[in-house]
């Protein structure tokens, strides 16, 4: 007997409720990632001591930060292609263990080099959930229905950097930064008990011979030895550590101080090794199928570019220490996958998949994040130049903002019942256009005043907000059913390379700027710095409009018709239990 379905009344559509609450459980998910994504913000320096990094070492502890990133970037286009040829859900269970296991080793981590493999782990897993749950989407409801469900996804995304920092904060006041990622674990585990609860496509074959019992319990055996190995070699409790009879595995090689190298890492690391040898039979047949040369270089040539503008600091430079080595890796990585996606049968993004409106929606969503993060970043660095030196004020200020774009997203799936995509994101853009232009003309005393940056703010948000799931409805609505998690991978991917390159390219006109009215100043007054200061984030602002206004016109060729129900055509995916 199936799940009773019941009538949505949000969308019109016949769903089921298992369905719903897998999108549920997968949209918290995604709001738990893109809270982690900001919780660092105010934890970085318990962090940095927690690995014994100073104040004076903040460039050091710049891993940290682009360690996530890089992870959450790099691999999409594989978890993208992966999710559309296994079941989505256990692409989700997937990414949330990756999750857990990222944020438990960053939990218990005393090196720096350790706290960045989890912060990686981190990504990979948190920027995998995105895509697969967009693909969810478009699986679960057929096109002309998905507007409101693609709304509720993009809205939790963006209430992520909202509850982000506010949790961090509640969880800082009460204990320290450890518990943050240990109660990120923890939600992780429920999570993925829920996508279980909530059952499992039986649509997609089965890729590959069965694994055989005796193998897998193999495998289980190994797990549970690597996990135990190296988390206690991670861990190190004082009540071994100290012990004459149980201290000995952790006692460091030589004059090493790594907890890596000792007895017991060792035999973690060689434990390790063997269960990548043993899990080689559950997921070779996959792979073969996947175009793992393309995949990599896809990953190196966006791993290249995160570390050359993620690197840096936005208020001082453009490029990381290591980004004029980084971008000639990146410029010949691509170029060999337009090679190889010419030149093989079966390339990582097929041919035909960037198709229609596809095209244009990423343009639009890579706009969408060079205006996101110009009003993310340099709101911030207005507020402590002119109101605050407190951090946490600047971020209240900033506040505004953030919360005004999920708003914007709920409103934009919602109206896509009534209107098309283009109708939706072009004005939407273009009131964002506005507000930025606005904002580029703010003097050192704009903030001052409550009411017109409050309504500028607010007017930007709801603006970008607008446009997310309009662009998402539009290219999963021309993407083959068949690569919905590539395309899904792919306006993620498009989205957050405008954050970085976006931001670095803006910081550079703008520091341009800044250095240039300082060096025409014989001998500059604090005052005259802080003007200097203005008119960089006046240029970044003017950037970020004009970016906006760019977005808004492409926006038009997402289409003005409405995307009417074919669920006669649709063959949607069946929750079974």
Known sequence: MGEPVVQDTATGAAVEPRAKALLATASVAVALAAADTYVVVLALQDMMNGVGLGVDSLQKATPIISGFLLGYIAVLPLIGRLADLIDRQRILLWCLALFVVGSAVTAISAELSVMVTGRFLQGVGG?????????????????????????????????????????????????????????????????????????????????????????????????????????????????LTTSIRWGGPFVPYGDHTSRMLTPIGVWGLVALVVLLALSVRFWWPVARSVDVIGALLIAVALGALVLTFAASNPEKQVVGPLGWWLLPVAVVAAALYVW??????????????????????????????????????????????????????????????????????????????????????????????????????????????????????????????????????????????????????????????????????????????????????????KTQVTDAGVLQVQTVFLGAAVVALVAAAVALLLGTRVAHPVEEDYEAEPVNS
């Open 340 to 525: 190889r996606h010419r030149s093989a049968s079966n390339p990582l993004i097929a041919k035909g998949v960037v198709v229609g409106r596809v095209r244009p929606a990423l343009v639009v969503s890579i706009c969408v994040g060079t205006a996101i993060v110009a009003v993310v970043v340099d709101i911030p660095v207005l507020a402590r130049l002119t109101v605050t030196d407190s951090q946490t004020q600047a971020a209240l200020v900033l506040l505004r903002f953030l919360v005004a774009v999920p708003v914007g997203a709920l409103a934009g799936g919602a109206l896509l019942r009534r209107f098309g995509a283009a109708m939706i994101a072009a004005p939407g853009l273009l009131v964002t256009a506005l507000a930025l232009f606005q904002m580029s003309t703010w003097d050192a005393d704009a903030l001052d005043s409550w009411w017109l940056p409050t309504l500028m703010l607010v007017l930007a948000g709801l603006g970008v907000g607008l446009a997310i799931a309009p662009v998402n409805d539009a290219a999963l609505h021309d993407a083959p059913q068949t690569a919905h998690g590539v395309v899904s991978s792919l306006l993620v991917v498009a989205r957050m390379v405008g954050m970085v390159v976006g931001l670095a390219l803006l910081t550079a006109i703008g520091l341009h700027r800044f250095y240039g009215r300082v060096q025409s100043l014989t001998d500059p007054t």
């Open 127 to 239: 920027g995998g959930l995105v895509p697969a749950t967009l693909a969810l989407v478009a699986d679960l409801w057929p096109p002309g229905k998905r507007g409101t469900p693609l709304g509720v996804v993009g809205a939790v995304q963006e209430i992520g950097s909202v509850v982000g920092p506010l949790l961090g904060a509640l969880v800082l006041a009460v204990s320290d930064w450890r518990m943050i990622f240990w109660l990120n674990g923890s939600a992780g585990i429920v999570l993925g008990l829920c996508i279980v609860a909530c059952g499992a496509p039986g649509r997609r074959e089965h890729i590959g011979s069965p694994v055989p019992r005796w193998w897998r319990g193999l495998t289980g055996v190994a797990a549970l030895a690597t996990v135990v190995l190296l988390g206690l070699a991670l861990w190190a409790p004082d009540s």
